[in-house]
C-alpha cells in the first residue's frame, strides 16, 4: 500500500506540477470563444458545465484498457507501476491535453483534421481510415469483454448480452450528447468510484502481500516476455492511449473555456492512470506470484481476475457491485467509440449531423462491421487493438510536436515521449506474431533506427504552409469552422 500510494502521490503532483507547465507551452486563451458556444448545434456541439465535461471524458477514455492491460501487465512486475506513473504524466496526459485543445482551437475538429494541420494531406487520409478502424476495433473490445463479465455474472448467454449492448450503442452513438451521455453518466461515475474506492479499502485490510519485496526493474514474467517493447503496448489505456485523440474532440466541442482543458483533457488521464494503477497493484498482491495470476489468465482471462478480485475482498454484494462498475468502463467508451467514428466520417464526408437520418445513414454500416469483427476470436482482436491504440498515439504526439515547433514553443515536451513510443510500435510490428515475427535483436534496433529517422525529420523539415496556418490560428472558432466546411 506504500508503493500505491506513492504512486497515486506522484500522479496527483504530476497534475498541479506538470500539466500547469503543459498548459503555460500551450498558452491558453480564456478569451477565446470555444466551439461549445461558436458551433452549438444541440447535438455534438453542447455546452456542458466543467465537472460533467470532465466525468464524461474520464469515462470515455477508461475503459477496458485501465483494467485489463494492468492485470496483463501485472506479471512483469513493479516496473509496470513504475510505467503507468510517469507513463501517464510525461506521456499520456500531454497526448490527452493536446488531442483536445488543438481541437478546441480547429473548431472541434476530429483527430485526422488535426493530424492533416500538422502533418499534411496524406497524413490526414491515413489518419481517417486508421482511426475508424482503431475504433471499430474498441467498439468491439468493448462490447465483448463487459459481455463476458455480464454472462458470467448473470448466467446469460454472451450473445445476448453483445446484442443488448449493441442496441444500447446503436441509441448513444445517435442521439444528442447531452440526453444519455451526458445525463446517465454521473451515475455511472459513482458505480466507478465505489469500484475503486471499495477495492482499495479491501485489498488494505487483507493479509494479501506484494508480490515482490520493493520497487525492483527485474522482469519478472513467467514466460520471460521482454520488458521491452511488450510491457509498453500491454499498458496503453492507464499510461498512454492513442484511443483518447480520438475522445478527445468530442469533449473539445462541449468545454466552454480553454482554461478548463488542463482539468478536463490532462486531469482525466491522471484519473485513468489512479485507476491502472488500482490493477495493477491487485494483480501483484492479490496473487502470491505472478505464476499464480498468470495460471488464472490462462484460465479465464482478465475477466476471471476481476470476478476473483472483486468477490475476494468484497464478499458478494460488494463484488457484484465492484464487476458492475468494471462493466461501465467499457460500455461508457464502447458508445462514443462509435459516436466518434460517426463524427470522424461525418467529417470526411461532409455531411451534416443535425438531421437524425444522415446520423443514422453512417451508424447503420458501422455497427454492421462491427458485429462482423465482432465474430472474430477475441485475442487476436486485443492484440491488433492494442498495437493499433499505441500507432495512434505516437502520429498524434508527433503532429503535437509539430504544432509546437511551427509556435516555436518548447516542442520536446511532446518529441520525446513521441520518439520513444515510435520506437516501441515499430519495435512490435517487426517482432510480434501480428507482425513481421522477427527476433528482437533485429526488430530493437531496427524500432531504435526509426525513431532517429522521424526526430531528424522533424528537426529539419520545412515551415509547411506556416503563414497559411498560422493565419488560421489567429482566426475565431466561427471562421475555422467555416473553413474546414
Known amino acids: 500500500m506504500q508503493w500505491f500510494l506513492l504512486g497515486v502521490a506522484l500522479l496527483i503532483g504530476g497534475y498541479f506540477i506538470y500539466g500547469k507547465i503543459i498548459e503555460r507551452i500551450f498558452g491558453i486563451r480564456p478569451h477565446r470563444q470555444t466551439p461549445a458556444i461558436a458551433n452549438n448545434d444541440g447535438v455534438d456541439f453542447v455546452p456542458m458545465s466543467t465537472g460533467k465535461v470532465y466525468l464524461v471524458q474520464l ?10 492491460g494492468p492485470i496483463l501487465g501485472a506479471l512483469y512486475g513493479p516496473t509496470a507501476l513504475l510505467w503507468i506513473v510517469f507513463g501517464s504524466v510525461f506521456a499520456g496526459a500531454v497526448h ?18 488535426v493530424v492533416g494541420r500538422e502533418l499534411g494531406n496524406v497524413a490526414k487520409q491515413f489518419m481517417n481510415g486508421f482511426a475508424v478502424l482503431l475504433l471499430l476495433l474498441v467498439g468491439v473490445v468493448f462490447t465483448l469483454g463487459p459481455a463476458k463479465l455480464l454472462g458470467n455474472l448473470s448466467g446469460t448467454s454472451v450473445p445476448v448480452w453483445v446484442a443488448v449492448i449493441f442496441g444500447y450503442y446503436m441509441i448513444a452513438t445517435i442521439v444528442p450528447i447531452d440526453k444519455i451521455i451526458g445525463r446517465f453518466y454521473p451515475l455511472f461515475g459513482a458505480l466507478l468510484v465505489f469500484m475503486s474506492v471499495g477495492l482499495l479499502v479491501g485489498l488494505a485490510v487483507s493479509d494479501k502481500p506484494f508480490y515482490a519485496a520493493g520497487i525492483t526493474l527485474e522482469n519478472l514474467h513467467p514466460q520471460d516476455l521482454p520488458l521491452w517493447p511488450l510491457l509498453f503496448i500491454t499498458i496503453a489505456c492507464g499510461a498512454l492511449s492513442g484511443f483518447h485523440a480520438t475522445q478527445s474532440p468530442l469533449m473539445a466541442r462541449c468545454v466552454q473555456n480553454e482554461s478548463n482543458g488542463r482539468f478536463v483533457f490532462y486531469g482525466a488521464m491522471i484519473g485513468e492512470g489512479v485507476i491502472a494503477l488500482i490493477w495493477a497493484t491487485l494483480g501483484m498482491s492479490f496473487y502470491e506470484s505472478p505464476e499464480a495470476l498468470n495460471a488464472t489468465l490462462a484460465n479465464g482471462g482478465p475477466a476471471a481476475v476481476v470476478n476473483d478480485v472483486a468477490t475476494s475482498l468484497l464478499g458478494g454484494v460488494g463484488g457484484i457491485l465492484a464487476i458492475l462498475g468494471v462493466v461501465v468502463l467499457p460500455i461508457t467508451s464502447g458508445d462514443t467509440s462509435f459516436r466518434a467514428a460517426r463524427l470522424i466520417l461525418s467529417d470526411f464526408l461532409k455531411f451534416d449531423q443535425k438531421p437524425i437520418v444522415k446520423r443514422l445513414l ?21 492484440r491488433y487493438f492494442g498495437w493499433a491504440n499505441q500507432m495512434t498515439a505516437v502520429i498524434m504526439l508527433w503532429a503535437a510536436a509539430a504544432w509546437l515547433k511551427r509556435h516555436d514553443k518548447f516542442h520536446w515536451v511532446a518529441t520525446v515521449p513521441a520518439t520513444f513510443m515510435t520506437g516501441v510500435v515499430n519495435a512490435y510490428l517487426l517482432s510480434a506474431e501480428i507482425g513481421f515475427g522477427l527476433p528482437l535483436s533485429v526488430a530493437g534496433p531496427v524500432g531504435i533506427a526509426s525513431s532517429a529517422l522521424v526526430l531528424l525529420w522533424l528537426l529539419t523539415r520545412g515551415r509547411r504552409e506556416q503563414d497559411e496556418l498560422d493565419e488560421l490560428d489567429e482566426l475565431d472558432v466561427p471562421a475555422i469552422a467555416a473553413e474546414r466546411a
Open 59 to 68: 469515462l470515455n477514455i477508461a475503459g477496458l484498457g485501465p483494467i485489463f
Open 96 to 113: 490527452d491535453y493536446f488531442s483536445g485543445m488543438l481541437s478546441v482551437r480547429a473548431g472541434g475538429a476530429s483527430v485526422p483534421t
Open 362 to 382: 453512417i451508424a447503420l454500416p458501422l455497427f454492421a462491421v462491427g458485429f462482423a469483427i465482432s465474430l472474430m476470436d477475441f485475442n487476436l482482436i486485443w
